[in-house]
T-cell receptor
């Protein structure tokens, strides 16, 4: 089925460990985004990629890095996980030329850092 | 950065009742959107608004883009159990390269 696929769905890390969250879309969308969701705070933008080969910081980029591997894939890396990074992470994509806001979200990665 | 104030934070209503929630911003947005998130899933777009004053319906949902471009509301009529979830407003402004700013969400519970 067409859409945004995130892996893994759940992850528990120890403080200081590293990991990469994977995101892939099969809708030929140009723009991709990483958000984190915390209780009572909505979704906050971590990084985005307006097109293949470009990435930019969002509202809360500290502690994260991203890679736009190709048009389909946009990964988020935590180099040294901290308890403050416990959150639900969502990847989204949006096609070029469409009206703004037509995001398709993945089902999320639930990360706990202990 | 942009800030969106969404209210109420939570609502408990009886099945069949109407619901209203709103968002206000300290700055102007060019686009207002409303998303719904079911448990364990990502948000799904419900309604998009692109012009100040625009009133748009999608079934039992109606949303409006405020004249000042700093606010929007969402109404749900005759609520049903499957309306349960978290509703988010989101705004996009011309200087943001299309990324969205989200409100903190309204948790809706529909009681039978």
């Amino acid at each position: 089925n067409a859409g945004v696929t995130q892996t893994p769905k759940f992850q528990v890390l120890k403080t200081g460990q590293s990991m990469t969250l994977q995101c892939a879309q099969d809708m030929n969308h140009n723009s991709m985004y990483w958000y984190r969701q915390d209780p009572g705070m909505g979704l906050r933008l971590i990084y985005y990629s307006a097109s293949e080969g470009t990435t930019d910081k969002g509202e809360v980029p500290n502690g994260y890095n991203v890679s736009r591997l190709n048009k389909r894939e946009f990964s988020l890396r935590l180099e040294s996980a901290a308890p403050s990074q416990t959150s639900v992470y969502f990847c989204a994509s949006e096609g070029q030329g469409g009206l703004p806001g037509g995001y398709t979200f993945g089902s999320g990665t639930r990360l706990t850092v202990v | 950065g942009q800030q969106l104030n969404q209210s109420p934070q939570s609502m408990f209503i009886q099945e069949g009742e109407d619901v209203s929630m709103n968002c206000t911003s300290s700055s102007i947005f060019n686009t207002w959107l409303w998303y719904k998130q079911d448990p364990g899933e990502g948000p799904v777009l419900l309604i998009a608004l692109y012009k100040a004053g625009e009133l748009t319906s999608n079934g039992r949902l109606t949303a409006q883009f405020g004249i000042t471009r700093k606010d929007s509301f969402l109404n749900i009529s005759a609520s049903i159990p499957s309306d349960v979830g978290i509703y988010f407003c989101a705004g996009q402004w011309s200087g943001s390269a299309r990324q969205l700013t989200f409100g903190s969400g309204t948790q809706l519970t529909v009681l039978p």
